[in-house]
Antibody, heavy 125, light 108 residues
């Protein structure tokens, strides 16, 4: 069955770039699915960050779009997140997930299933 | 931006029915999705497209919709259902995709 595992530094300094990778096992990342990132500040709710597919097509949360870049490496079966110019407000557990996405006449819709276990990233000097 | 509003908490005795609601202006036009998050764990999808149940999710979980409100119903609640529950949907343009504020379900 598909499994996802986040990896990357647990501590990032303010103004620097947060970089995380999600490694997928038991499923080819080159399938027709999108792959996504979601975050959750400690004790708070969930926030969608963005989605990417095997050809590099992306959708981003408008509120984060200026600071986020998603990339994908099909040879390694993993995809990655970069978040620039981080502040303490970016401290959160970061989750990756497989995305089920479809388009309607006017919009896209998607949901996340399954999720990785998450990794805590703290922004602090 | 867009917001989905959930009641902060619901308390229910074992064997009873818990109802978790999620309100948003675009819900008549967009599907809703529900996730269960137990403490210290990743979210798990329990309902998609308003009322569809993924394989492996118990039949006691069901979803419904009425106007600007969607409802997750847990029938015959069990102790293991104690968790935070989040709805997810988008605005009418499909531009802002958001999660609800979350509801803590406590099994007494």
């Amino acid at each position: 069955q598909v499994q996802l595992q986040e990896s990357g530094p647990g501590l990032v300094k303010p103004s620097e770039t947060l970089s995380l990778t999600c490694t997928v096992s038991g499923f080819s990342i080159s399938s027709g699915h999108y792959w996504g990132w979601i975050r959750q500040p400690p004790g708070k709710g969930l926030e969608w960050i963005g989605n990417i597919n095997h050809s590099g097509s992306t959708y981003y949360n408008p509120s984060l779009k200026s600071r986020v870049t998603l990339s994908i490496d099909t040879s390694k079966n993993h995809f990655s997140l970069k978040l620039r110019s981080v502040t303490a407000a970016d401290t959160a557990v970061y989750f990756c997930a497989r995305v089920e996405l479809f388009t309607t006449v006017t919009a896209i819709e998607f949901w996340f299933d399954p999720w990785g276990q998450g990794t805590l990233v703290t922004v602090s000097s | 931006s867009y917001e989905l509003t959930q009641s902060p908490s619901v308390s229910v005795s074992p064997g009873q029915t818990a109802r978790v609601t999620c309100s948003g202006d675009a819900l008549p036009n967009q599907f809703a999705y529900w996730y269960q998050q137990r403490p210290g764990q990743a979210p798990v999808l329990v309902i998609y497209k308003d009322s569809e149940r993924p394989s492996g999710i118990p039949e006691r979980f069901s979803g419904s919709t009425s106007g600007t409100t969607v409802t997750l119903t847990i029938s015959g609640v069990r102790a293991e259902d104690e968790a935070d529950y989040y709805c997810q949907s988008a605005d009418s343009n499909g531009y802002h995709h958001v999660f609800g504020t979350g509801t803590k379900v406590t099994v007494l």
